[in-house]
């Protein structure tokens, strides 16, 4: 009765923390719903399209990026050209929760896709396209999701007909451009599509590169004192699209071209800014991390966290509560087959601590809180582990040292006071090879208790002996 009091009392927790956060939520979904009541003559745009395994961390990006824009208190309509597979759902939370701009459209055909060095993650980026129809705007900044805003930047609507920032030496990066919406323009780039204007990439950036190849040759762009309308073409300056890798050796911006006002991540795509494992490993996720917990928040993932974390504790109850004896779950087999069996179990035994390091991280919802994500993978491999080490009577510091190893990286990498990101990678890499030894011998007295385990207990029943009594409780 104790136990079930405990457990209801639990049970009830939880129902609760998920009914404040839904209500928390709610709040903030109405504040923000009704945040964009005004009409504008420019535009902040951003597009959705379905086709990849990462539809929905795109989703939880965009909307993130519009309510932190909304907070900017920015004088633009905020708008997002979706394909028309874009679930309804999604829709109706941007347009009600966030008070976007939803233009439905259907999906560009691609002609490149056939190009050697395509990749199909890009095959539907050509619906950027569609910005230059909004004709209804004097001037639209196009926008990727992955952008982190940290000022208004409501001068760059007194930028040219085409403007973007080369943080590549010789191309325009189109993360953030801006445009005038005109569909003689859109036209003319749909006729180009069809006569398959050279693309070294195959995607939108390649394409607009070839549509506009003197950008380089036009002046920078810095607007007006009495903020007066530029005609024409201009290159944007490096502030308004800062590369995440230029923080990363550093550890500190410095970008004297601009204002210091947009960061975008165009790295390795598991490394975006909303994957939990993003922090600390790259030091900018917990920033993106931070904005999201103050705009749009983390209601959708918490319930699925609640129910691991519950799931993960009552484990580690039971493997307490539960006797230990791996030789009381087998009996002893005295043949020449032994060997095998003893190996059988020793890869056993190995592939469950190595499962109980790699199945909660892949258990963990990808979008949510670097802190609640490492924290929830800590307590899911300390619990996974207890199960090897209870099954296998293994010694507990032994098997949990790579977790404390994992532990201690975090708090390397997490250190907020290093000088430059090179000294940050070689304190990582000098506590990897002072950790190496431990685990290695960590390894070794594993495999070295499982042989006295072996040699010491009874495991497989004799062929010769009967079967153990009907009943015979083989857990204790």
């Not at 944007?236 to 995440?244: C, T």
């Not at 922090?279 to 319930?303: C, D, I, N, Q």
């Not at 230990?324 to 032994?338: A, E, H, N, Q, W």
């Not at 907020?416 to 011998?441: E, K, M, Q, T």
């Amino acid at each position: 009765m104790e136990i079930w009091r405990r457990w209801r009392g639990l049970a009830m927790l939880v129902v609760y923390a998920v009914l404040v956060t839904a209500s928390f939520e709610m709040v903030e979904c109405k504040r923000y719903g009704q945040n964009k009541q005004r009409e504008y003559k420019n535009a902040y745009a951003a597009m959705m399209y379905m086709g990849t395994p990462r539809d929905y961390e795109f989703y939880v990006a965009t909307r993130v990026m519009m309510r932190s824009l909304a907070k900017l208190n920015v004088e633009a309509d905020l708008v997002v050209i979706a394909s028309v597979d874009v679930p309804l759902l999604w829709v109706r939370a941007l347009e009600q929760e966030d008070g976007v701009k939803v233009m439905r459209v259907e999906n560009l055909n691609n002609p490149y896709e056939n190009q050697d060095n395509f990749d199909d993650r890009f095959k539907l980026t050509m619906n950027k396209l569609y910005a230059w129809t909004l004709d209804g705007y004097d001037r639209v900044v196009m926008l990727d999701s992955d952008n982190l805003f940290l000022q208004k930047t409501d001068e760059l609507f007194e930028c040219g007909e085409f403007c973007a920032v080369f943080i590549n030496p010789c191309i325009f990066h189109t993360g953030l451009f801006v445009l005038k919406p005109s569909k003689k323009v859109f036209q003319d780039m749909i006729d180009e599509l069809k006569r398959g204007r050279p693309n070294p990439d195959g995607a939108d950036q390649g394409f607009l590169a070839s549509y506009y190849p003197d950008l380089l040759d036009m002046p920078m762009f810095h607007p007006a004192a009495n903020g007066t309308r530029l005609d024409g073409k201009y290159r944007l300056p490096m502030g308004y699209q800062m590369d995440a890798s230029y923080y990363y050796l550093k550890l500190h911006w410095n970008v004297p071209c601009g204002p210091n006002s947009v960061i975008t991540f165009p790295g390795a795509r598991w490394l975006k800014p909303w994957y939990w494992w993003s922090w600390p490993v790259l030091p900018l996720g917990f920033s993106w991390h931070e904005l999201r917990r103050k705009t749009l928040g983390y209601g959708a993932e918490m319930p699925l966290i609640l129910i691991q974390s519950v799931l993960y504790l009552g484990i580690v109850g039971i493997t307490r509560l539960a006797r230990p004896g791996l030789s009381k779950l087998c009996y002893r087999r005295s043949d020449k087959t032994i060997s095998v069996y003893h190996a059988g179990l020793k890869f056993t035994a190995m592939v469950s601590i190595l499962a109980a390091y790699i199945v909660p991280f892949f258990l963990v919802p990808r979008t949510i809180h670097p802190l609640v994500g490492w924290s929830l993978y800590l307590l899911g491999s300390f619990a996974l582990s207890s199960i090897a080490i209870n099954a296998f009577l293994l010694p507990m510091i032994a098997v949990l040292m790579p977790w404390v190893g994992i532990f201690g990286a975090l708090l390397v990498m997490s250190f907020p006071w290093y000088s430059d990101g090179v000294i940050r990678a070689l304190a990582v890499f000098a506590y990897a090879i002072f950790c190496a030894p431990f685990v290695w011998i960590s390894f070794l007295k594993v495999l070295a208790s499982l042989q006295v385990s072996l040699e010491r207990e009874a495991f497989l029943p004799r062929l010769s002996e009967s079967p153990p009594p009907p009943g015979f409780n083989k857990l204790y």
